[in-house]
């Protein structure tokens, strides 16, 4: 078989699957999502093959507990006390110390986006040098000896002065979610060989065991806000990678039971978030952790995107909530965020989801006009899912 015959294989393989679910729905069969992802991805895919490895080893800071191999990070709303400069940190809600040693985090985002990028212009193209070049990235963080990061999170979220780490640091990693979802799509690669997808799903399932075992995992892994949405969201993109059916039923289960029936108010906001100092952004926020499992966790049987509480609580009431908020920012009835409002709303991926799955051709439109490529860091590390060729055929519609 020829070059060009397989890369038409490839994009038949990946693009009828959508076209389908596409076409299923009413009144949203003008949706061209390839068109307007292909000309975001091709040009920043290139750029990205100059670009080289960058993993946690590059970067360690004097405060942290770990060695070179241990992914480190320091509590965003945490500072220094001005009654007592060399004495434990203070906490200012929403308010982000910009003192704090953010490398790791930063390199795991870039990695997301990388990966991200250059997996879908793989999809898009079917061209080798791209698929060549996200497992180059893939085998630095997960397989080479000198390079990859240990998979635990013993030093996320450290307070000078109380804690070298914290359960509700594992919401750094949130950015893998779409490192394990390349990783998968890039299986079908000859240049991402057995033996590193071998190794990288071995590091995968050594994480997820450490988030489903370790004290920090099984405390997140109850939070009852963002963080345990957060949570199931890493565990379901781990265990999809992986093939852990039990964490996956598990996940099913807390997001009826939990996600919506008790976190979701009767309008369909989330109370947990909307008394934080930043409540807009905290609202987009967890919507969009909510998609990323509804895509994940459902299935033909099972679909969490048309689940309905006997409340009435379901996707489609807090896509209600907050949709009127996204193209009207200036009629939100509660507190202005403390910090970064001007920077929301962006192309959030609940927008495209709900109305991929729920039929709704306005959630399209408006995903569509707003920005893509956020550069604001405190938007990029709560908008962990930006790359959608490597969801939409996630599984079909029901």
Known sequence: MDRSMSRILLCLFFFLPLASQVGAEKGIDSFDLLAVEK??????????????????TADLCDRSEGDAHDFYS??????????????PYIRRDGETNPANFIAHRKSMIRLSELIGTLVSAYLITGEEKFARHAARHLCAWFVEE???????????????????????GI?????????????????????????????????FSQYLNWINTHEYGLKEKLHPN????????????FA????????????????????????????????????RTKPYGYSLFILDAMAGVAELAST??????????????SMAKGM???????????????????????????????LLFSGLRLGNYSHLQTWKKLEADPTTFEVLRNLPLRHPMLWVSAHQTP
């Open 39 to 56: 000309s975001r991805i091709l040009p920043k895919a290139k750029s990205y093959l100059r670009e080289m490895p960058r993993t946690v």
């Open 74 to 87: 320091e509590g965003d709303y945490w500072w220094p006390n001005p009654k007592d400069p060399d004495g």
């Open 146 to 168: 000198n390079t990859k990061m240990r998979p635990s999170l013993l030093y996320g979220q450290a307070i000078k002065g109380k804690h070298t780490g914290r359960s509700i």
């Open 171 to 203: 919401i750094d990693t949130l950015h893998l979610v779409e490192v394990a979802r390349g990783a998968k799509k890039l299986a079908a690669s000859p240049s991402y060989r057995s033996s590193d997808q071998q190794a990288v799903q071995a590091w």
């Open 226 to 237: 963002n963080h345990g949405v957060c949570w199931s969201l890493q565990a379901a993109a």
């Open 240 to 275: 999809d990678l992986v093939g852990n059916s039990k964490v996956m039923d598990w996940i099913r289960g807390q997001f009826k039971t939990e996600y919506l029936a008790k976190m979701m108010d009767e309008s369909g906001g989330f109370p947990a978030e909307l008394k």
């Open 300 to 313: 033909e049987s099972e679909n969490l995107w048309k689940f309905v509480t006997p409340e009435g609580r």
């Open 320 to 350: 209600s909530f907050i949709y009127p908020y996204v193209v009207n920012k200036d009629s939100w009835p509660y507190e202005k965020d403390i910090m970064y409002w001007e920077e929301w709303p962006v192309r959030h991926p609940s």
